[in-house]
């Protein structure tokens, strides 16, 4: 089934759902570089992908977003006394996956160095580094660190109830 339900997720929502999480995941390897002053093969393999893999990630959790709005009324219901916290989390999640990849763009542009997707140059490199730039790009790193323990969270989340609780919070996204 294509849509969701009132049971289960439906495929266009699982696949936005577990593409996003394996481009997460890859993007944490880019916190290899804090490892030996920024030399470490994690870095090094899955760094240089960091920039364009996050745009990829900032676009797909629009769609996911505008595909939510149009599946609101016919999907799973969140009940119970968590409902809210989890809303919120989400809602933090989605925040953090939009907002990460322009504020990364900003920390690299006021660094002194073009963004570049995919090769591509999006903005050209600055004759000199751009304080303003730098300092709101400082974001970029707090929410990758709130990002990851929301994340972590989200697995922890849905493992418990899947062993402990036995229900089918996680069977609705598998």
Same mark, same amino acid.
């Given at each position: 089934?294509? &849509?969701?339900? *009132?049971?289960?997720?439906?495929?266009?929502?699982?696949?936005? #759902?577990?593409?996003?999480?394996? /481009?997460?995941?890859?993007?944490?390897?880019?916190?290899?570089?804090? *490892? &030996?002053?920024?030399?470490?093969?994690?870095?090094?393999?899955?760094?240089?992908?960091?920039?364009? *893999?996050?745009? *990829?990630?900032?676009?797909?959790?629009?769609?996911?977003?505008?595909?939510?709005?149009?599946?609101? &009324?016919?999907?799973?219901?969140?009940?119970?006394? &968590?409902?809210?916290?989890?809303?919120?989390? #989400?809602?933090?999640?989605?925040?953090?996956?939009?907002?990460?990849?322009?504020?990364?763009?900003?920390?690299? #542009?006021?660094?002194?160095?073009?963004?570049?997707?995919?090769?591509?140059? /999006?903005?050209?490199?600055?004759?000199?580094?751009?304080?303003?730039? $730098?300092?709101?790009?400082?974001?970029?790193?707090? /929410?990758?660190?709130? /990002?990851?323990?929301?994340?972590?969270? #989200?697995?922890?989340?849905?493992?418990?109830? $899947?062993?402990?609780?036995?229900?089918?919070?996680?069977?609705?996204?598998?």
């Amino acid at each position: 089934m294509i &849509n969701d339900s *009132i049971d289960r997720y439906g495929s266009i929502t699982r696949f936005f #759902h577990w593409l996003v999480a394996v /481009l997460v995941f890859q993007q944490f390897f880019k916190f290899a570089d804090r *490892i &030996n002053d920024g030399k470490h093969w994690l870095g090094d393999t899955f760094g240089p992908y960091h920039v364009s *893999i996050g745009a *990829i990630i900032m676009i797909l959790a629009i769609l996911r977003l505008l595909w939510s709005m149009k599946q609101k &009324n016919q999907r799973p219901i969140i009940e119970g006394a &968590n409902s809210k916290l989890v809303k919120t989390v #989400h809602g933090i999640m989605y925040f953090c996956l939009i907002a990460m990849p322009p504020l990364g763009a900003l920390y690299i #542009h006021g660094h002194g160095y073009p963004v570049k997707i995919f090769g591509q140059v /999006l903005i050209e490199k600055p004759a000199d580094k751009v304080q303003w730039a $730098h300092d709101i790009g400082e974001l970029h790193s707090i /929410l990758a660190i709130v /990002l990851a323990i929301l994340v972590v969270g #989200h697995i922890g989340a849905a493992l418990y109830h $899947h062993f402990i609780r036995k229900d089918d919070t996680l069977r609705r996204m598998a």
